[in-house]
């Protein structure tokens, strides 16, 4: 007897819920933390951090940003990491192919992954540390992750590291004995649920990669579906495979509501809320603008001034009158400080496209104004109007 999958005209199983990037599903939050994973390694940032609810679409993300990257990048990627500081710089240098002696000390293990960054970096390459499930991270072993975040020679840093994590993980970052670490947080993204109108295409499009756009579903289905998972792309991946099931009993080959009603109460999933469809449907533009204005009022307000001593501004270096007036942004994201200083305060958070208007320029940072907001950017990441 064929299978649900031969019977809908699949050529696999389109709603498993293994993460399986040839599936990815590009919605405009998905869109906006690929972004902010892209600029950290294009920029001297750090850290980035993803938040999101279990069956967001988190491991999903990296995994996509993971497969883009090129031969310049070296990564470790570190999951479910309940570990002491000696046993997550151990898995670190493990999963970089490195040899551990069996005898190694913590320092050891920091001597080892020291060595080894220096030669990447004398190699050309950039170095990422990615920790998937943060927030299971004992708070010590998160401060150690700061303290190796502070590696780096006289023009770069050596490493940036990805902290992926549930809402808790947020907690854990403002807590006072993560005050330090918190301070070098400049790129966070949350993750979302997906809108009505987002659950509509991500279904539709889950069946076109699997081999066929034109499943008969009856409008209803969507509704319903989104009334049981609230757009939750894990829920919903589970409740569509057991409701394509439900249909294939009975030998019906079109989907109806009482096969997602069938499959809801096998999974025990209950009605979550009435649509209104109006309410969710919002275009990328939009979302993309409240992401960039939350994220930056975020920054200014729960960032401290660093201490004078960690800010090197580049003094000795005298202003130098710009030839061009106005610029334009090409980074997905842009901080702006208040001195030509990768330490200094963040003052404002540029977007792609934002237009500036150029006053001075210092070394390889510019001074620019922006809304009356005025602070320092690193050239490169501006096109001259």
């Known amino acids: 007897m064929k299978d649900f999958v031969q019977f809908f005209g ?3 199983d389109p709603f498993r819920i293994t993460p399986d990037i040839d599936y990815f599903y590009m919605s405009s939050v998905h869109q906006e933390a690929l972004g902010a994973l892209e600029y950290l390694l294009e920029s001297e940032e750090g850290f980035a951090v993803i938040i999101g609810e279990p069956g ?11 497969n883009q990257l090129d031969n310049s990048v070296e990564y470790a990627y570190i999951l479910f990491p309940n570990l002491s500081p000696e046993e997550m710089f151990k898995a670190i240098l493990e999963d970089f192919g490195i040899d551990i ?5 913590k320092n050891k293990f920091f001597s080892i992954l020291r060595d080894f960054l220096i030669e990447k970096k004398e190699e050309g390459k950039k170095v990422l540390i990615i920790v998937d499930e943060a927030q299971n991270l004992p708070v010590e072993t998160l401060e150690e992750l700061r303290i190796l975040s502070n590696m780096e020679t006289e023009k770069e840093k050596l490493l940036q590291i990805v902290l992926l994590g549930q809402p808790e993980l947020e907690v854990k970052l403002e807590s006072p004995q993560l005050r330090q670490l918190r301070q070098r947080i400049t790129i966070i993204t949350h993750l979302r649920n997906l809108s009505y109108d ?18 008969k579903i009856s409008d209803s289905v969507y509704e319903n579906v989104y009334k049981y998972t609230d757009g939750n ?9 057991r409701t394509l099931m439900s249909a294939f009993v009975e030998n019906n080959q079109f ?3 009482r096969h997602v009603k069938a499959a809801a109460e096998s999974l025990k999933f209950k009605k979550k809320r009435n649509i209104n469809k109006k309410g969710y449907i919002l275009t990328a533009s939009i979302s993309l603008l409240i992401f960039i204005f939350a994220t930056g009022l975020w920054i200014y307000l729960k960032r401290e001034p660093v201490v004078a001593k960690e800010t090197k501004v580049e003094k000795s270096i005298k202003p130098e009158k710009v030839e061009k007036k106005f610029a334009t942004v090409k980074a997905y994201m842009l901080n702006v400080r208040e001195d030509p200083s990768r330490s200094s305060h963040i003052v404002y958070l540029l977007k792609e496209g934002d237009k500036v208007e150029l ?3 210092k070394g390889d940072w510019v001074k620019i104004k922006i809304n009356n907001t005025e602070g320092w950017v690193k050239e490169k990441y501006l096109f001259k109007d």
């Open 255 to 257: 989907i109806e509501d």
């Open 10 to 12: 699949l050529h696999e």
């Open 101 to 105: 002696p069996s005898d190694s000390s």
């Open 233 to 241: 792309l894990r829920k919903v991946n589970l409740l569509m495979e």
């Open 359 to 361: 006053l001075e320029k």
């Open 56 to 66: 967001t679409g988190k491991t999903i993300t990296i995994r996509k940003f993971i």
């Open 198 to 215: 987002e659950t509509v295409k991500y279904i539709n499009y889950r069946f076109a990669k699997a081999g066929n756009p034109a499943v």
